[in-house]
């Protein structure tokens, strides 16, 4: 079955700990997005990768790293940097150069540091 | 900057009625998508709307865009329950390439 798989569901840490998320698809997509979304509020982009070895930062990138080595995988970084990490991560996929951007979402890592 | 407002932001509603979501957004685009999330879970494709008077409908959920008016509408009609959940409007500027700016989101309640 093609779709995004983000692992792992839970994630707990110390504060002061880099933690990395896990992103994979296999939709033979080109670009990948994380989001940030806090409890009762929208999605704030971190960090999203059109192609291959290249990525911009979103509107909240502070904090965090992104590679993009394979097509098929974009994981995260929270680094200790971060000032407030506990929140619900969602990565993201679509198309591009199509006619649409439509973005198919993962499951979501939920974290929570203390 | 490209903004999406959608409101109303919270709704709640009874069973067998009729309400309409708004959503605006600021800039030239032809595409809006729709999104729907359970509490707790991940965000789900709804509707996917490409040209200026494309209408969709999916069940008791109808989404509509007037690129023109920059405004996107869904519809639901005959409330149940099961469509209580938060609903997501979502805008790609021209500029913006693949990147999507969301709404806030439009927590809906539906009660017996």
């Known amino acids: 079955d093609g779709g995004i798989t983000q692992s792992p569901k839970y994630l707990f840490r110390k504060e002061g700990q880099n933690v990395t998320l896990s992103c994979e698809q296999n939709l033979n997509h080109d670009a990948m997005y994380w989001y940030r979304q806090d409890p009762g509020q929208g999605l704030r982009l971190i960090y999203y990768?059109?192609?291959?070895?290249?990525?911009q930062k979103g509107d909240i990138a502070e904090g965090y790293s992104v590679s993009r080595e394979k097509k098929e995988s974009f994981p995260l970084t929270v680094t200790s940097a971060q000032k407030n990490p506990t929140a619900f991560y969602l990565c993201?996929?679509?198309?591009?150069?199509?006619?649409?951007?439509?973005?198919?979402f993962g499951p979501g890592t939920r974290l929570t540091v203390t | 900057e490209l903004k999406v407002e959608q409101n109303p932001l919270f709704l709640s509603m009874q069973e067998g009625k009729n309400y309409t979501i708004y959503c605006n957004y600021s800039?030239?685009?032809?595409?809006l998508y729709w999104y729907r999330q359970d509490p707790g879970k991940s965000l789900e494709s709804l509707f996917v709307?490409?040209?200026?008077?494309a209408v969709k409908q999916e069940g008791r959920l109808m989404a509509s865009l007037d690129t023109k008016a920059r405004l996107s509408t869904l519809h639901i009609t005959a409330a149940v329950h099961d469509l209580s959940a938060t609903y997501f409007c979502a805008v790609d500027g021209e500029t913006s390439g693949s990147r999507l700016t969301f709404g806030e989101g439009t927590q809906l309640t539906v009660n017996p």
């Open positions: 800039t030239t685009s032809d595409r």
């Open positions: 993201a996929s679509s198309i591009r150069g199509q006619q649409s951007y439509e973005q198919y």
């Open positions: 709307l490409l040209s200026n008077g």
């Open positions: 990768s059109q192609i291959v070895n290249d990525f």
